[in-house]
């Protein structure tokens, strides 16, 4: 029978299934309302503005068959004190009136109009192609006036200012030739035309078309006004930072799982580690305590032991708390003035004393003359360096060539630390100063040594940052590393 786990990778998939269930799929179905909602919107202002160029259209119709029935009056009323075969036109929309009694004037005649039967105006096309022209008889009196369209147009405009204040534009237009078209196609064409609407007129203005303008050339926009963009953008905005806040929140958690995951493997290590010299510890200890070692010599040899395991196991000790102040912002550095020699000649110390090294060649020393002085704290850079060197011998075969350079650019100096081991993989290059972190070393690590906590550069890292540097890594494959420490020289 198997048991599913309630480990990392368990507590990722049940984020993940509780993200998507309580964020993902709400949030695709509330773009999608969004989506109906926004089409439903353009629907309902496409078919207000469709309702609102119908009702200009008929407003300028009915305002020019106001004026020409308002003209055709007026030049009724005008006939009997008019004297002459041609009158002046008495109003808007009438451009030329004529009036004779018993032979029609020759520039009328020439125009070819019907012989005036009835009182009422009588409309047709004149020969010339220009304007309407209408007859009428009202008894001894006949009569005929031409349309104006332009004086049309001029009341229509007049009126609209009245009555619109959007600037929309009113105009006649000469209908095209071809078959009518239907009214409701007309007024939908500013879906396909940029937003213009026509509408085409009867008798006497067949040849017309009535045209509304919109200023901005999107009504939709002017019943909107500037807030048009306002619900498609917020819809995208919401989707844009659900999804970016769900990314953010799986990489935080995925994170936060492998640093458990580091975590775990630092206390195995740091367990591991401690266990080897309290092991050490117990066996001379009980060594010492059987009795079964009575040559001097070979007593003040376990002590020695004794005394070197012991500072083995406080250094562990001291790192982790090291690593636990700096974490907890509690770490205080003691800042003096040093010189870069004082360093190096302390971190060669305590890095013999820990290694027993003997062979001082092991560690080439570089150390360039007027060396300018450090605002640092002493024991924190040589905890540095020791961890470097450190590094350097762990991952470095014998014979091995470890190289501590010093040197100077601008107003920072360097501390290097170089070997000539196999290197990093590029895979673990942006990660090998994350705290808990160890590359896979099993393969490159050539000295056997057991693989550490994984603070180590975390912690040089950290110590140079609080003394205003910082750590650069220079590595290749095959080819070994180089780290500096850059720090700023005192003022």
Known sequence: MSVRGIGDAFAFQRLLWLLVGTVIVPTVLLSL???????????????????????????????????????????????????GSTCPPPEQGVQTVWR?????????????????????????????????????????????????PDGLVALVRERASQRYDDGVHFDLRARAAGPATPVEELIQRWERDGFEATLPLERPLTEFEVVVTYPDNDPARAILGSSSWLYPAGLVFLVATVMAGTVVTLNSAAREIRLSRLQTDFVSSVSHELRTPLTSIRMFVETLQSGRIQDPERIQECLDLLSQETDRLSRMIERVLSWARMEAGRRVYDVETVRPEELVEDALAAFRSQWLMEAPQDVEVTLPPDLPRLRVDRDAIVEALVNLLQNAVKHTPAPRRIALEVERKGNQVGLSVTDDGPGIALADRNRVFEKFYQ??????????????????????????????????????????????????VAV
């Open 33 to 83: 309302y969004g989506v109906m909602a926004i089409r439903n919107q353009q629907a309902a202002i496409e078919e207000q503005v469709r309702r609102e160029q119908a009702e200009r259209l008929q407003f300028a119709a009915r305002t020019i068959f106001e004026g020409v029935e308002r003209a055709d009056a007026e030049v009724r009323a005008s006939l009997p004190g008019c004297s």
């Open 100 to 148: 004779w009694t018993d032979v029609m004037p020759a520039e009328l005649e020439a125009l070819n109009p019907p012989s005036p039967t009835t009182p009422r105006t009588t409309w047709f096309r004149p020969a010339d192609g220009g304007d309407a022209i209408g007859v009428l008889d009202l008894g001894d009196i006949h009569a005929a006036w031409r349309l104006d």
């Open 439 to 488: 590359a896979d070393t099993r393969l490159s690590s050539p000295t056997g040594a057991h693989r550490g906590s994984g603070l180590g550069l975390a912690i040089v890292r950290a110590v140079v940052r609080g003394h205003g540097g910082r750590v650069d890594l220079q590595t290749e494959e095959g080819a070994g590393c180089r780290f500096t420490i850059w720090l700023p």
